[in-house]
């Protein structure tokens, strides 16, 4: 199963693409998110393997997350036009995951965050089931960019009852 989620955010690409790197900012605006720890390597550098727990309701989650690809390695100084790529693979209990996403200049200070998701399953059941759990997915991945935006725009933190 594949799809791509897309949102504008009102900021210059280098901010974006900083603050989304930050691991501190993570539980600000990853809804669910428990754990997110480096095992191996530096947060963010490829070839990083880390342990991510998220929870959703009463359901907990654990996988093992691969940082694939990041472009520029710096994220200071992007040179103008340049696309900002982050890619890592997750793979969890019965499932593979890749992310990957773009960070695109729109225009002065707004920026195009494109995220391509694409999943696997290993049991028949899930396999069959996503064909129908795709717009769950989908939705899903399409509050981390709205929480993300918020976050990064507004200040508004997920895990406050007042936002």
């Given at each position: 199963m594949k799809y791509t989620n897309s949102i504008e955010i009102a900021l210059?690409?280098?901010?974006v693409a900083q603050l989304l790197a930050d691991p501190i900012h993570l539980p600000s605006w990853l809804r669910g998110l428990v754990v997110h720890e480096p095992v191996t390597g530096v947060h963010g550098a490829v070839g990083t393997r880390s342990r991510v727990v998220l929870r959703s309701g009463t359901q907990t989650m654990e996988?093992?997350?691969t940082v694939t690809h990041r472009e520029p390695a710096n994220l200071h100084d992007i040179p103008a036009g340049a696309v900002v790529?982050?890619?890592?693979?997750?793979?969890?209990?019965?499932?593979?995951?890749?992310?990957?996403d773009r960070l695109t200049e729109t225009g002065p200070g707004t920026t195009l965050w494109e995220?391509?998701?694409?999943?696997?399953?290993?049991?028949?059941?899930?396999?069959?089931?996503?064909?129908?759990?795709r717009?769950?997915?989908r939705r899903q991945s399409q509050q981390h960019l709205e929480d993300f935006k918020a976050f990064a725009e507004q200040g508004k933190d997920v895990r406050d009852p007042r936002s």
């Open positions: 210059p690409r280098e901010r996988a093992t997350e790529r982050f890619e890592r693979e997750i793979v969890g209990r019965g499932m593979w995951n890749a992310a990957r995220s391509e998701s694409e999943y696997r399953f290993d049991h028949l059941l899930m396999r069959l089931a996503s064909g129908l759990l717009g769950t997915f």
